[in-house]
């Protein structure tokens, strides 16, 4: 059993790679694709079928969530705990009810824009970590649109009138590219579709919006992009289809980074040459840092190949991680071993994460031994040598899988909480052991 900290929370002992790790595997679906998917669906103007969708705490409340107001979702049994499964969304007529987002920021950003189709009053709830998110931005929009809602942040409550004329509406989006997925996804079954306006700073995570256009437009939705930080969504049906979820790109980040930190070399099976998923970044990020990648051919489909330089000489890296945000924790833990300093900058959105990342981040690599210094809107992250210690993850996977890699190759480090991972990709221990047994 894992031992506990003060809070209860169980200390997962990391393991230490006794060598460079080699191994070939496999990374369950897309949790982001997986949950626009459902919200498609759901919408849509006759059934879909989402097949090798993501089974995970996040896109279970999305379906409980949905079901809440009307949708009628079957899934098949994952085999042998498999990580994916078909699911099946009959869209229904939208109702009232009560929807419990976890920490999930797809759930409390892109089910309100649903929900204010409903005939029915909502109530909105999450974790205690949830009710600090920010919120005010999507929820301010809906009203502007004419919506009914009460509260600016978790909990609150939107009363659906079973329709939203729709329109223009202008927001400041750049806390989270999420407000402006949330209002995309909804905006076709609106009376007169929807423009969606960004008058903010700089917008976050560009490839998860370009994911959600690219999707709805697969449903057969028109979208309108011509107009820099502004999108047109046409009014009209989405269609019902059948979604092939790639693979989560992001959750694969921690594993080639053991190939980076262990000199070893990392294969992912099924990796897409061409996606809107912000997680395929990591190919020119390890590049930069001393690692070579190549796709090599696997049947119909190809394997990411990744192959960590000697151990020691990994380089540190200067990059703006403005688009690709959610790929910071594992960069940072990278950073934490490489020979030569490291800045990532562009990632202040990040704060607002399922914890302020950049804090969680610095004051974890300190305590570590490291030294790393917050800024604004990033890390400067310079060499020194790391010692065991417990590695807290505020409740937030990424967190914990940072924590996972520094382990790897450090003695002595617990991570608090692995199970958080299951936010994302549940069996994130297990296969982090079966990566080290080869």
């Keep these: 059993m894992d031992d506990m900290d003060s809070q209860g929370l169980a200390l997962w002992q990391a393991p230490v790679a006794d060598g460079p790790v080699s191994w070939n595997g496999s990374i369950p ?192 939705v028109s979208v309108d992009t011509s107009v820099a930080n502004q999108w047109r969504v046409a009014p009209g049906p989405i269609e019902g289809r059948v979604w092939a979820i790639e693979p989560d790109l992001s959750n694969a980040t921690p594993f080639l980074a053991a190939a980076a930190v262990t000199g070893g070399q990392v294969a992912i099976h099924d990796w897409p040459t061409a996606t809107h998923q912000a997680g395929d970044a990591i190919r020119g990020i390890l590049e930069q840092m001393g690692c070579t990648t190549e796709f090599r051919a696997n049947g119909e489909t190809n394997d990411l190949v990744v192959t960590g330089p000697e151990p020691g000489s990994l380089r540190g890296i200067d990059i703006d991680l403005g688009d690709i945000g959610e790929l910071t924790p594992t960069v940072a833990a990278l950073a934490a071993l490489a020979s030569t300093p490291s800045r990532l900058e562009g990632i202040a959105h990040l704060r607002g994460h399922e914890t302020d990342r950049l804090a969680a981040l610095s004051t974890e690599i300190n305590a570590l031994g490291g030294n790393c210094v917050e800024f604004e809107d990033g890390l400067i992250i310079t060499p020194a040598p790391l010692k065991g210690g417990v590695w807290h993850s505020y409740a937030d996977h990424r967190m914990a899988t940072a924590g996972a890699i520094i382990g790897l190759v450090t003695s002595d480090v617990t991570v608090e909480d692995i199970g958080t991972t299951s936010k994302t990709l549940p069996g994130f221990e297990l296969m982090w052991q079966a990566m080290i047994d080869g």
């Design 29 to 220: 679906g897309s949790k982001s694709m997986t949950n626009r998917a459902l919200i498609l669906a759901a919408l849509g103007s006759y059934p879909s079928t989402i097949k090798n969708a993501l089974v995970s705490r996040d896109t279970d409340l999305m379906m409980s969530a949905l079901e809440q107001l009307g949708a009628a979702i079957t899934r098949t049994e994952p085999s042998h705990g498999s990580p994916t499964t078909t699911i099946r969304v009959e869209p229904g007529e939208l109702s009232g009810g009560t929807i419990y987002c976890g920490l999930a920021g797809t759930v409390m950003r892109f089910v309100p824009p649903v929900a204010a189709l409903s005939d029915g009053t909502v109530f909105f709830d999450g974790d205690v970590q949830a009710r600090v998110r920010p919120m005010d931005t999507i929820l301010n929009a809906l009203r502007d649109l004419g919506v009914s809602v009460d509260g600016t942040a978790l909990p609150f409550t939107i009363h659906g009138t079973g329709a939203v004329r729709g329109g223009t509406v202008e927001l400041d989006a750049s806390a989270s590219s999420q407000f402006v997925s949330g209002l995309l996804l909804a905006g076709a079954r609106y009376g007169e579709g929807l423009t969606v306006r960004h008058c903010g700073g700089r917008l976050p995570s560009m490839p998860h919006v370009e994911m959600t256009v690219d999707m709805l437009r697969q449903a057969g």
